[in-house]
């Protein structure tokens, strides 16, 4: 799934993340869905993020058609962290992380995400998108989920990209 990101508080040509206490995010499935969303609101502007290596060309490709209203994100959802093993997609396959910084170099204005951690997601996952996106200096989606302690954690003791956004809820408990 791509998961198309708005603020309805601050629309700007290139959109902010998480900008606004009507912050909402929306799964959508299909290209169709996420054109009559835009369709249906003009002034409407997005981060359309990627979720795995398989939908970031539907990304770029949304992008491309809507520009200054879609911005690309590119990268790995914890849910699809399982599927990739150190830099290699399971079952075989070309370097994710090469992927990403392809896709990345070839929108330059596109952001990491959505990334993040997810109860058990592979930390390493996480972290070598985070370290690109210090690297190219892009902004990064984060999605966090029962992981907030080590999130902040390793925050506390990592560079920083020049934005982060999130998208989750915290519990304040450390988790």
């Known amino acids: 799934a791509v998961r198309l990101t708005h603020s309805l508080g601050r629309c700007t040509a290139k ?35 990627g979720t795995n290596v398989a939908n ?3 990304v770029q490709a949304l992008a491309t058609e809507r520009a200054g ?10 849910w699809y962290a ?9 079952g075989g396959g070309a370097s994710w992380l090469a992927q990403l910084r392809a896709a990345l170099m070839e929108v330059p204005d596109a952001v990491v995400g959505e990334i993040g951690l997810d109860k058990v997601a592979k ?23 029962q992981s907030t302690g080590y999130l902040f954690e390793f ?20 988790h």
């Open 123 to 145: 930390k390493g996952v996480f972290e070598a998108q985070w370290r690109l996106a210090c690297e190219l200096q892009r902004p990064v989606s984060v999605h966090c989920v």
């Open 15 to 49: 959109p902010l993340l998480a900008t606004a206490p009507h912050h909402v995010v929306q799964h959508l499935d299909s290209a169709l869905a996420t054109r009559q969303v835009l369709d249906a609101h003009p002034l409407f502007r997005c981060v359309a993020m």
């Open 82 to 90: 399982h599927h990739y093993a150190g830099d290699k997609v399971a």
């Open 155 to 174: 925050m506390r003791n990592s560079p920083r990209p020049p934005a982060i956004g999130f998208h989750s809820r915290f519990s304040g408990d450390g």
């Open 56 to 58: 970031w060309s539907a």
């Open 69 to 78: 209203a879609v911005r690309a994100g590119f990268g790995i959802h914890p």
